[in-house]
């Protein structure tokens, strides 16, 4: 387990590099940048299908099939949407409720037991991400970006829901994101041409952030996820899913583009700490006593 959790926790690191990636990719639009990135995504599946072992081609039940493509599309969507219609801060506080939401709704799942260190390190995340994404200042909620909030909220609930249905299914190979990926490319793009202008990549460098994106954040990330919440410990992912606005922040601050704070040191300590809480029970297994050892 404690594998296929570093495995899942990949994805974080991944996902940290996206703020980077999608500023370097120039004035693309949400939507043909999300098709674009994507269509590369299914090519770093088909890469993974093509020197894997073949694997044993049971049907997909069809459930999988809504829950993989809304949970992709539909947090995408639902992202984008938010961003269009609510302030940036507080639509990404809200979206990133979904770590909270994976903890919490952990408990409905078969066989997995929730207990206060995995609330409490979670909520401590959460307070290192509302330092990040509030940059130290406070938060104004007005009643007339209620449509963005509510599209924030589904945001975060499907996201959250996608990671907790996805571990229901574990006999389900993680190749069959390949076809998620395809579906949301293709989804994506209708969205581009009903709501968007066109607007390509302006020089070599742009492109090369496009196909980092696809490769990784938007690519590699989305399998290394599925792998992590099927047969890790999807309590810890979630805590540790924190640390992502955190990493993004840090890769930020390397390439130049942000500068160091306060409040990001606290940030720090805040994530790292809940991090560490929410996942005592794997890193600090209680010390089995040899036989015929007496207890104190």
């Keep these: ?155 975060a609930l499907t996201w959250s829901s996608y990671s907790l249905l996805s571990r229901r299914f574990p006999a389900v190979p993680t190749s069959v994101v390949t076809w998620f990926c395809a579906a949301t490319a293709m989804l994506s793009l209708v969205c581009h041409l009903l709501l968007e202008e066109t607007i390509w990549p302006a020089d070599a460098g742009q492109w090369l952030a496009v196909v980092g994106l696809g490769l990784m954040p938007v690519g590699a990330a989305f399998y290394a996820w599925d792998h992590g919440v099927k047969r890790g410990n999807i309590q810890v992912l979630g805590a540790a899913s924190y640390a992502a606005p955190l990493l993004s922040t840090l890769v930020l601050i390397a390439a130049g583009a942000a500068t160091a704070s306060f409040n990001i040191l606290v940030a720090c300590l805040l994530i790292t700490a809940g991090a560490v809480l929410a996942a005592k029970s794997m890193l600090f297994k209680p010390r089995t006593r040899a036989r015929g050892e007496v207890g104190a």
């Design 1 to 155: 387990m404690a594998r296929a959790t570093l495995i899942g926790f990949s994805a974080v690191v991944m996902w940290a590099l996206l703020a980077l990636f999608t500023a370097a990719s120039g004035a693309v639009p949400p939507f043909q940048l999300s098709a674009l990135t994507f269509a590369i995504g299914t090519c770093v599946g088909l890469a993974m299908r093509a020197v894997s072992p073949p694997a044993t081609r049971a049907p997909i039940p069809p459930v999988v099939w809504l829950i993989g493509i809304a949970g992709l599309f539909g947090y995408h969507f639902f992202y984008f949407t938010a961003l269009r219609n609510a302030p940036a801060v507080e639509a990404s506080l809200i979206a990133y409720l979904w770590p909270l939401l994976i903890v919490v709704g952990s408990v409905l799942l078969p066989g997995e037991t929730l207990r206060w260190h995995h609330i409490a390190g979670t909520v401590l995340g959460l307070a290192g991400a509302f330092l990040i994404v509030s940059r130290g200042g406070g938060l104004s909620f007005d009643a007339q970006y209620a449509f963005g909030y509510a599209m924030a909220g589904l945001c």
